[in-house]
């Protein structure tokens, strides 16, 4: 019973349709719908930007969607306008069954910083509360599924393995963006860092 779930962002922007969508973004639905129902502990992830959000490329004259800037933390990829506070585009898909959750952590609320992982900011180093969270109630196994594989996924399991969890990725409930190759990118990153990475559809939590 000290293993979890954490879905990312399984929200409408990321989907087919959205403002960022993921390719395929809703296959997964299936999947991750049959995961939450099976695991012990199930925590979600909710991108909430505020509008005019330093990540946008709307709130840097001159730059395109997926253009790169430098901000205060380091590189940042700008993005379109998306999951934005309130509106339907940041809502959980509707096709999620998420009423078991236990606890959703909103990230990217902060309007000069933007948050990829569950555990930190971009910074690094400012701290959502999940970790302290999961180790105040024994939880030491994480598995990761939702969007996107290469962003947001990637960068939460790669946290909670330097945080010392036992971390592992369900890929098959997973899809990822791909921008200049960033799923080799991150995935080797994940295997350096002792993540597991699961292939094979799964179902349940790990014995």
């Given at each position: 019973m000290n293993e979890a779930?954490?879905?990312?962002?399984?929200?409408?922007?990321?989907?087919?349709?959205?403002?960022?969508?993921?390719?395929?973004?809703?296959?997964?639905?299936?999947?991750?719908?049959?995961?939450?129902?099976?695991?012990?502990?199930?925590?979600?992830?909710?991108?909430?930007?505020?509008?005019?959000?330093?990540?946008?490329?709307?709130?840097?004259?001159?730059?395109?969607p997926f253009d790169s800037t430098t901000m205060p933390y380091g590189q940042q990829t700008l993005w379109p306008d998306h999951c934005i506070q309130g509106t339907s585009g940041a809502d959980f898909h509707d096709s999620l069954d998420w009423i078991r959750a236990e606890l959703i952590v909103r990230k990217g609320f902060r309007p000069e910083i933007d948050s990829y992982?569950?555990?930190?900011?971009?910074?690094?180093?400012?701290?959502?509360?999940?970790?302290?969270?999961?180790?105040?109630?024994?939880?030491?196994?994480?598995?990761?599924?939702?969007?996107?594989l290469d962003y947001c996924v990637a960068y939460s399991a790669l946290d909670a393995a330097k945080l010392g969890f036992e971390a592992r990725v369900l890929v098959s409930a997973c899809r990822g963006i791909d921008l200049g190759g960033s799923v080799a990118t991150m995935t080797a990153q994940m295997q350096d860092a002792g993540v597991t990475l699961v292939q094979e559809s799964f179902n349940g939590r790990q014995n």
């Open positions: 779930l954490i879905v990312i962002d399984v929200q409408n922007d990321f989907c087919p349709g959205g403002a960022l969508a993921v390719t395929d973004g809703d296959s997964i639905l299936p999947q991750v719908n049959r995961l939450i129902a099976e695991f012990p502990h199930v925590i979600l992830t909710q991108d909430w930007h505020p509008a005019g959000h330093s990540s946008f490329a709307s709130a840097h004259p001159g730059t395109k992982s569950a555990f930190f900011e971009n910074d690094r180093t400012t701290p959502t509360g999940l970790g302290g969270y999961l180790k105040e109630r024994g939880i030491s196994k994480l598995a990761f599924c939702g969007l996107a």
